[in-house]
């Protein structure tokens, strides 16, 4: 098994995402690297998550909330990623798709590496360039759904963009309850 250089990678995940879908597809990692690959991630993005909070100044008029415990953090990102994958995955099989928790975790562990940069970039931005901040986050939004449609059209096989959509949606709304179970402030 050989790994593509990273740089590449991404660009091609941006331009191209189905073709990269289909060469990260093709690593066929091991059970080890993907969970290594997860956990990673998730502190990965604990990290961001804690210096965003950091770094990002709050008027003084405004009362900050208190600071999540660093366990907290982890635990609640890890379950939120692995909650969408397994819908993603459930979903996209009732609809006739046939990919593989690995797979599909694979994918989504690349998305959540990218977004990591992206949201360490709007951190950047947000102390350099505070205008930019937004527009940063929507484009952010806008490519993260653009590729996880793709990859989930990859990883499922679908042929069809549509199918792809349809699993998000109805993979949100199989999720929004558990979700909103686990919020701080109950359900709504």
Known sequence: MTIPPLGPL???T????????RQILALDLGREAVWL????????????QLSTDL????????????????????????????????????????????????????LMIWLSFLQSGALLAMVITSVTIPALTLLLLLA????????????????????????????VLLAA?????IVLMFTPTGPV
Not at 173 to 177: D, E, G, S, T
Request: proline share 6%; net charge neutral.
């Open 10 to 12: 991404a660009v091609l």
């Open 14 to 21: 941006l331009r191209r995402p189905a073709e990269a879908a």
């Open 55 to 106: 770094i990002i100044p709050t008027p003084d008029a405004q009362l900050t909330p208190e600071a999540e415990s660093i366990p907290f953090i982890l635990i609640r990102s890890a379950g939120a990623m692995l909650l969408s994958v397994v819908a993603f995955l459930l979903v996209g099989r009732v609809l006739g798709g046939n990919a593989t928790l690995s797979g599909l975790l694979t």
């Open 37 to 48: 690959s997860f956990f990673l991630v998730v502190v990965f993005n604990c990290l961001i």
């Open 140 to 167: 952010t939004l806008g490519w993260s759904l653009y590729i996880t449609l793709h990859f989930l059209n990859e990883a499922h096989q679908f042929g069809s963009l549509g199918k792809a959509f349809a699993v």
């Open 173 to 177: 709304i199989v999720a929004l309850p």
